[in-house]
C-alpha cells in the first residue's frame, strides 16, 4: 500500500455544542456515520472528555472510489486531535482506534508504503518502490464495497500464487509482477469501464495497470511525468470519466 498526492483536506474546529461533518461533495454523510466523525467520538472517549468538533472536509478524492478516501480522513482527524491534545496516545494505540473504524485507517495512521497483511492491521515498511508518476482514472459510478465483497469467490483467488514471494523488504517491487488484484474480475463484470481505462493507460504508456481496492478507480503505472501527461491529455477526451496525476509519497 502506498499513498499519493490525490487527498482531501481536513479542518477542525473545537469549542463547538455539537460534533458536526461539513464536507463541499454532495455525497458525503454529514451526520454521524462519516468515519471522520467516529473517528473523533472514540478519541474523545478515549480520552475521557465530552468535546465536541466541527470537521470541514475539503473533498477531492472522489467517494467510493476505492482509494480510502472515508478512510484517510478518519486517520487524519485521529492523528490531528492527538497532535492537538499533546500527543496522548501513541501510534499504536491510534491504529488500534482506526482499526475499530475500518481496515484501511491503520494505513493512513502508519504513513509510510507498507506491507499489508491480516485484515490490513499488520503493517511493515516497505522501501522498494519506484517513484513512479500515477495516472489515476474514476469512471465515475460509485462502488458498495461489501457488495463487491460478497461476490467475491475465495476459491477463484489468483493473487496468492503469484505474490507469494512477495512478503519481505527484501523483494524489490516488479510491475509485471506483483500488480495483482482478485476483486478486479468482480467489480470489471459489473462495470466494463474499468477494462476500457486499463486498456488506455496501458496503450498510452503505463508499464502496469491495475483497480485499486474494491474499484471502480484504475491506475497506471508511468515511468516519467511527460508520459503521463500526455496519457492524462489524450484519455480526458472521454468525458465521462476523471482523470487524476499524482506522486507516490515514498
Not at 496522548?88 to 484501511?104: H, K, N, Q
Not at 474480475?185 to 495497470?209: C, F, M, N, Q, W
Request: glycine share 8%; net charge neutral.
Amino acid at each position: 500500500m502506498c499513498c499519493i498526492s490525490l487527498y482531501d483536506t481536513i479542518s477542525i474546529e473545537l469549542g463547538v455544542d455539537k460534533t458536526s461533518i461539513v464536507c463541499n461533495s454532495p455525497n458525503v454523510p454529514e451526520n454521524d456515520s462519516n468515519l471522520a466523525a467516529i473517528a473523533a467520538n472514540i478519541f474523545f472517549k478515549k480520552l475521557d472528555k465530552n468535546e465536541n468538533v466541527k470537521i470541514l472536509i475539503d473533498k477531492k478524492i472522489p467517494v467510493a472510489a476505492g482509494l480510502g478516501g472515508g478512510s484517510s480522513n478518519a486517520a487524519s482527524t485521529l492523528l490531528g486531535l492527538n497532535h492537538y491534545y499533546g500527543s496522548p496516545f501513541s501510534r499504536d494505540e491510534l491504529i488500534s482506534m482506526g482499526l475499530s473504524i475500518g481496515t484501511d485507517v491503520p494505513f493512513f495512521i502508519f504513513q509510510k508504503p507498507a506491507l499489508a497483511s491480516g485484515i490490513g492491521e499488520k503493517l511493515e515498511v516497505y522501501q522498494k518502490l519506484e517513484p513512479f508518476k500515477i495516472l489515476l482514472i474514476y469512471p465515475g459510478v460509485s462502488v458498495s464495497t461489501s457488495d463487491i465483497y460478497r461476490d467475491f469467490n475465495l476459491g477463484l483467488t489468483k493473487c496468492k500464487k503469484k505474490l507469494r514471494n512477495f512478503l519481505s523488504n527484501e523483494q524489490n517491487f516488479e510491475v509485471d509482477r506483483h500488480l495483482c488484484n482478485d476483486l478486479e474480475t468482480v467489480t470489471a463484470s459489473r462495470y466494463p469501464d474499468i477494462i476500457k481505462a486499463k486498456e488506455a493507460l496501458l496503450y498510452y504508456g503505463a508499464r502496469g495497470a491495475l483497480m485499486s481496492g474494491s474499484g471502480p478507480t484504475v491506475f497506471g503505472l508511468f515511468s516519467d511525468s511527460d508520459k503521463a501527461q500526455r496519457a492524462h491529455h489524450i484519455i480526458s477526451k472521454n468525458n465521462k470519466w476523471e482523470l487524476f496525476c499524482a506522486d507516490m509519497l515514498i
